[in-house]
């Protein structure tokens, strides 16, 4: 059974950095596109970054020059390194592969 478990999350300060990373079990991120997303209180899930199974990256706007998605190459794990946090990026971080959905891992950016 396909599995995706996250961690990294936790309180940063505006302008610090973070390392999400999101572990598969059973899932071969070369071989599918993988996705960060996160959901703010009150806000619809967006969409943050994905990597492409050939390696191609697109991030959203909001995170551009900020954010770098990234897996092992191995490619047992996903990553996504932000830097330069601001407060509105606070939210529940998740990584997605087709059907299978981690838990989230929990991001708060104090200003």
């Known amino acids: 059974q396909a599995r995706l478990v996250e961690s990294g999350g936790g309180l940063v300060q505006a302008g610090g950095s973070l390392r999400l990373s999101c572990v598969g079990s059973n899932i071969d991120f070369r071989l599918k596109s993988a996705t960060w997303y996160r959901q703010a209180p009150g806000k619809q899930r967006e969409l943050v970054a994905t990597?492409?199974?050939?390696?191609?990256?697109t991030y959203a706007d909001s995170v551009k020059g900020r954010f770098t998605i990234s897996r092992d190459s191995a490619a047992r794990s996903l990553y996504l390194q932000m830097n330069n946090l601001k407060s509105e990026y606070t939210a529940v971080y998740s990584c997605?592969?087709?059907?299978?959905w981690g838990q989230g891992t929990q991001v708060t950016v104090s200003s």
């Open positions: 990597i492409a199974s050939g390696g191609a990256k």
């Open positions: 997605s592969v087709d059907t299978v």
